[in-house]
């Protein structure tokens, strides 16, 4: 299945227009999760993201699952 990472503020949302392929959504979940830690770690200001949430969504737009990216510990 593909599925697409989108990027949603309160005023803003970023389309992954491209996505990636996964097996199911619990591989999607792991694949979002290594994503956003590989960018704690390379220094990104998790301050920054305050009221944006990452929302993975399949072919159709239903939305599969969402991380809240300003709950995650720095």
């Not at 999760?33 to 944006?52: D, M």
């Amino acid at each position: 299945m593909r599925c697409y990472f989108n990027l949603v503020g309160a005023h803003q949302t970023i389309v992954d227009d491209k996505g990636v392929e996964v097996t199911d959504p619990d591989e999607a979940r792991t694949h979002a999760l290594e994503a956003v830690w590989e960018l704690i770690q390379e220094g990104e200001e998790v301050s920054n993201w305050r009221g944006w949430r990452l929302e993975a969504a399949d072919v159709s737009g239903t939305v599969l699952f969402l991380i809240r990216l300003d709950a995650l510990p720095s």
